[in-house]
């Protein structure tokens, strides 16, 4: 859900700030496979019953590259304005989930005989219920959006979803020329 609102902004950002689609759709960015695969790996890790045993070795391991493989794209495409925001978001996403072996979740929200309770989360490859010994939980999936207490996001995710409309935003731009200063090279001024 949380994406989803990014991508409708990311969206909207375009026609409201006078941006172009046809610019937009002229960004280019370099080895976008490598994204793909990491979104593949943590979309397979979302849905695949991980055995237990091995989700603090294995799964987190697994998670982890996926985020080395997103954080490389960005590093690769550096050079499209917004994509150094995508970096710090994913790098505190990594970063927390390295230093607790997954992304600290308080709970969620569940029916229960026709009420709805709050339970603590499961602990899978992506998310652990937090506790006393989970290290920076401030950027774990603590915030959620009105209306949708289930929908648990991050410090990081917020910052990734700035860097999408950012990007977004600086491609539908008409690129800025620089300014020639004045008496600069090309101009007839006389240097005395």
């Not at 950002?13 to 960015?29: E, Y």
């Not at 979309?43 to 799964?59: H, M, Q």
């Not at 920076?136 to 949708?148: E, I, N, Q, R, Y």
Request: hydrophobic share 50%; charged share 20%.
């Amino acid at each position: 859900m949380f994406f989803l609102v990014v991508l409708v902004v990311a969206v909207l950002v375009v026609p409201l700030t006078r941006g172009s689609f046809r610019r937009l759709s002229q960004l280019h960015f370099r080895h976008l496979w490598v994204l793909f695969v990491a979104l593949g790996v943590q979309i397979v890790l979302e849905y695949v019953d991980f055995p237990k045993a091995r989700i603090e070795d294995l799964g987190v391991a697994i998670l982890l590259s996926s985020y080395v493989l997103i954080f490389g794209f960005c590093w690769i495409n550096r050079k499209v304005k917004g994509m150094t925001l995508l970096a710090v978001g994913i790098a505190c996403n990594a970063l927390v989930i390295a230093l607790n072996l997954g992304m600290p979740t308080t709970k969620e929200l569940r029916t229960v005989h026709g009420r709805d309770v709050y339970v603590p989360i499961e602990h899978t490859v992506k998310h652990r219920p937090e506790n006393d010994d989970t290290k920076l939980a401030f950027l774990g999936d603590v915030m959620t959006l009105p209306g949708s207490p289930n929908q648990m996001f991050s410090i990081g995710d917020i910052i990734i979803g700035v860097g999408i409309v950012d990007v977004c935003f600086e491609a539908s731009r008409v690129p800025r020329r620089r300014r020639q200063p004045v008496g600069g090279r090309g101009s007839d001024a006389v240097s005395g």
